[in-house]
């Protein structure tokens, strides 16, 4: 059956973008930007279904932010199940999986039926439905060969008339500053008319140092959706062909919003747009003119080239039991093209102090031990080697590619490896300082990676994946032991930073009814972690024994009447600053004496990068951001930063002794 969207929504836009993070965080936090302006623009989102990478970051954000997303997947990469889930384009018979399994968490987030898939024969099927329902435009975020072919494509059938749509590319820490000289190299040698150079809209922040700023990262997705708004075919661009499909003679002119007929493969006809204006880049004043337009396109033709591999990477979302599957979207956004300078096209309104996101240095040390307050000795003397709990610390590795194994597994892959490292050298430290030799020496940092890169490349051979990596450090004489576990994250995209607006699938936060007591014999297993985590199963086993939902609520711990973080992370309360003038994060301070909780490797990060600042939380400041609605975060090494809420009071009695 054929998809449409709901009624009530601006016209759906496509975003083609890369199925790995990249190196730079502001990749991650640009999609986090584009993903969540389009929903708020009321733009519904079209993407290639993976949840991997910047396509799963975009979706996701989008979903979050109360989006609509519709994803559109060929059928060889999908898996069939053992139960029936209707999918729009696809027969009932027809069962789409998940490559990567039907993950609890994935299936317990709740988009309301905002997530949607079709499922289609073939990658020349997939394009032309996406490019059939994105009657509002392109995007286009940095990424690799697929990318690339995906935005050319589009800028293609924008010169031959087979569509009239914006393509936007964004030029994210000066990526597409290449595809800028490629262009206008093009011109002067030619190959492309100087009209049809302005095809292309290349969107910048300003200069090139405003490109490439962390810190403005969030002004990307305004910057689109404005010059989305603003865009109007070029005058004079493009060859005006004639299409003909069977019979029908269907002509399209520049500027006009006549429908253009896709391939007759598809059978997909597509739909012209017209939209208000963004200048383009100016081509080169020696440009040639646009050579004529011949007769190399025969009747009912159409430029497809074969899809690279890379566009297939990014896993593909579980999907539930329910009508409306549940995925985040992918993909990448398309720029006009300059031939000198760059054309600046200016961010919209500034995002609300409540949303705003501190500015991220350019650069920040993550390779420097976690720092943790010095420890009182413990009272209890060292106990036998068998005895002691072992060492561990937990992230994420998701497979670059669903296609093709990702060997060598490189550091860059595992968000904040550095700081996973140093948490456990550090924890290792102050264990062999207290019960001695019983611990053995550290194997060092670059033991434990080749331990951890080995076990990830042969879970790749087997086949790709998204995975907890678990490194555990047991004692042992004379080096310490690695063990490396892998089980399925079954958790949504990592993110390195909260999202700039509310979004609309938060996980509750619990306070737990009793304050945990505070032991000396007990401050190192509190500081640092190991599989002695008793304290917290308690914990999560009080809130459920008294209405929290879940068999292990995500809880917080509070000690002395403050805050400490919760059973499995880190969190952070949006609070308004002391002068009244913004809000800021604040997370539990640390003190060994009155507040120990673990120094986790997310909030590490957050902290040197200014995101969050540390302060003494009580329980009064968790009551007053229940009271008036504040946004809560959790953040950890396995989903980095994600959205909570504080759960209803009424669940849980919090005792203030």
Not at 88 to 100: K, L, Q, R
Not at 361 to 382: L, Q, R, S, W
Not at 390 to 406: A, D, E, G, I, V
Not at 512 to 539: C, G, H
């Amino acid at each position: 059956m054929s998809f449409s969207f709901p009624t009530g929504f601006d016209k759906p836009v496509c975003v083609f973008c890369a199925s790995s993070p990249g190196t730079n965080v502001i990749y991650t936090a640009a999609a986090l930007s584009v993903g969540s302006s389009l929903a708020t623009a009321n733009m519904p989102l079209v993407y290639g279904g993976g949840r991997r990478g910047l396509m799963g970051v975009v979706s996701h954000a989008a979903l979050e932010a109360g989006g609509v997303v519709h994803g559109v997947l060929p059928r060889a990469l999908v898996g069939r199940a053992s139960e029936a889930t209707p999918v729009a384009g696809a027969p009932t018979s027809a069962v789409p999986a998940s490559s990567e399994g039907k993950g609890a968490d994935l299936l317990a987030d709740d988009f309301q039926g905002r997530l949607s898939m079709s499922v289609v024969g073939s990658m020349h099927e997939r394009k032309a439905l996406m490019a059939k329902l994105s009657t509002g435009g392109f995007v286009v975020l940095p990424g690799g060969f697929g990318t690339f072919e995906e935005l050319f494509e589009m800028v293609t059938w924008n010169q031959i008339g087979m569509h009239q749509l914006p393509v936007m590319l964004l030029n994210i820490d000066n990526f597409y500053e290449p595809i800028k000289a490629l262009v206008a190299n093009g011109v002067n040698a030619g190959f492309i008319g100087e009209k049809n150079a302005s095809l292309i809209q290349i969107i910048d922040l300003g200069d090139a140092a405003a490109n490439a700023d962390p810190g403005r990262a969030m002004e990307w997705g305004p910057a689109a959706v404005k010059a989305l708004q603003a865009w109007t075919f070029p005058a004079g661009a493009g060859y005006g062909f004639t299409w003909s499909e069977g019979d029908k003679t269907v002509p399209v002119t520049p500027g006009s919003a006549t429908p253009a007929p896709l391939a007759a493969a598809a059978g997909i006809p597509m739909h012209a747009k017209s939209h208000a204006a963004v200048a383009p880049v100016a081509a080169p004043a020696a440009a040639p003119a646009a050579f004529a337009a011949g007769s190399a396109f025969a009747k009912g033709e159409h430029p497809h080239m074969q899809q690279l591999a890379d566009n297939l990477a990014g896993r593909l979302f579980s999907f539930a039991d329910s009508i409306n599957p549940k995925a985040p979207t992918h993909h990448t956004v398309t720029p006009s093209v300059a031939t000198g300078s760059s054309t600046a096209v200016p961010a919209a309104a500034a995002v609300p102090a409540s949303a705003a996101v501190p500015a991220v240095p350019a650069a920040v040390d993550i390779a420097a031990p976690i720092a943790t307050p010095a420890v009182a000795a413990d009272v209890a003397p060292a106990p036998a080697q068998t005895q002691l709990p072992p060492l561990f610390t937990t992230t994420r590795y998701t497979s670059k590619s669903s296609l093709t194994p990702t060997v060598p597994v490189t550091r860059d892959l595992v968000p904040l490896w550095p700081r996973h490292v140093a948490r456990l050298r550090t924890a290792h430290a102050h264990f062999r300082q207290r019960d001695g030799e019983v611990w053995g020496s550290y194997p060092g940092d670059e033991t434990v990676w080749a331990a951890v890169q080995s076990a990830i490349e042969a879970k790749e051979k087997t086949g790709c994946g998204d995975w907890r990596v678990r490194v555990v450090l047991k004692p042992a004489v004379p080096i310490a032991t690695i063990e490396v576990q892998l089980p399925d994250a079954n958790a949504p995209p990592y993110q390195f930073l909260p999202s700039p607006t509310r979004p609309t699938t938060p996980r509750k936060l619990y306070l737990d009814p009793i304050a945990s007591p505070v032991l000396a014999s007990e401050t190192s297993y509190r500081l640092y972690k190991t599989e002695r985590r008793q304290v917290y199963a308690d914990s999560a086993a009080r809130a459920a024994s008294r209405g929290a939902a879940g068999p292990y609520p995500e809880v917080v711990l509070h000690a002395n009447g403050l805050l400490l973080e919760s059973v499995t992370s880190n969190i952070a309360i949006l609070t308004p600053t002391a002068d009244g003038l913004g809000e800021a994060w604040l997370t539990p301070a640390l003190d060994p004496a009155t507040t120990p909780l673990l120094a986790g490797t997310a909030r590490a990060e957050l902290l040197a990068r200014g995101v969050v600042t540390e302060a003494r939380l009580t329980v009064e400041d968790w009551e007053a951001a229940r009271r008036d609605n504040r946004r809560v975060i959790g953040f950890n090494g396995l989903r980095g930063v994600y959205e909570a809420e504080i759960a209803d009071a009424e669940l849980v009695q919090v005792a203030r002794t």
